[in-house]
């Protein structure tokens, strides 16, 4: 009876799993990773350029479906939206669907988090999500 | 005699506007659209040869070969070679590396010595923007391999 319970459990959490993801598959090497700035970086000008870095993976815009592709998406100031939905397009949630390898950023003073996180031609996350470690940095 | 030098001034930019579009594809590049490479800066010394070269786009929006998207194109590395003629397909062979899969960075492996690296942008037919975009060349050193460094690498 336990084991049958335990089983179940299992079966129930793979489900889960796979159901806090969206469905376009990428490589399982895949990297993601914010080039530029460095986490703790203090930014003194009015504008910095943020790099998005990704490995073994390319870019196209968004509505464009190719395997191994997917298109940048930067969250400022936020958590990881649900993975198997759309990414939410707002100041939080800036989308980079002509397909940018980088961007010029202006924010307020204050520390600021930055994420990367890289979605598919409909701006749903991969499967598994692809995200970047997330930085802070703060402008004086 | 000033005379003559505004005419040959004028024939000079004549000659340069005629010559101008036959020297470029015909895809246009977004305004101050600029490429570039992001690491490594020229001169860097690399142990062992291998490494992630990494392409800046500024301005232009990265997109796969074979599609066809307005202020978009694909890298490709030009590795110990010149630039091509930009009114053609950039050749794909060891010395021009192409990038149709949309990648922004590119697993370079090379054998000791001096060698100059630099980025062109293709449009969805791989030929060059009007105007064309490319990186400065740049030049990474390789260093002779020593014994202690192990055995990854061909040795020359």
Known sequence: ???????????????????????????????????????GTVITEDEFRVWFGL???????????????????????????????????????????????????ELPPGRHTLQLILADHEHIPLNPPLVSQKITVTIR | MPRLSTC?????????????????????????????????????VIPGGKFWLRMGAKNIGIAPAGVKKKNTGHHHVIINAKLPPFDEEIPSNKNYRHFGGGQTEARIELPPGRHTIQVLMGDHEHIPHDPPLYSERITVIVPPQTSEAGSTGTAQ
């Open chain 1, 55 to 105: 490995r073994n993976m390319g870019i196209a815009p968004a509505g464009v479906r190719k395997p191994n592709t997917g298109h940048h998406h930067l969250l400022i100031d936020t958590g990881v939206p649900p993975l198997n939905e759309e990414i939410p397009n707002d100041k939080h949630h800036r989308h980079f669907g002509a397909g940018q390898s980088e961007t010029m950023l």
């Open chain 1, 1 to 39: 009876m336990n084991r049958i319970f335990t089983g179940a459990l299992v079966a129930l959490c793979l489900v889960a799993q796979s159901a806090a993801a969206g469905e376009t598959p990428r490589p399982r090497n895949a990297y993601l990773y914010i080039g530029w700035p460095q986490d």
């Open chain 2, 8 to 44: 040959l001034a004028a024939a000079f930019v004549a000659t340069a506007l005629t010559a101008g579009p036959a020297v470029a594809g015909s895809t246009p590049a977004p305004e101050n659209a600029q490429v570039y490479i992001i690491w490594p800066k020229s001169g860097r």
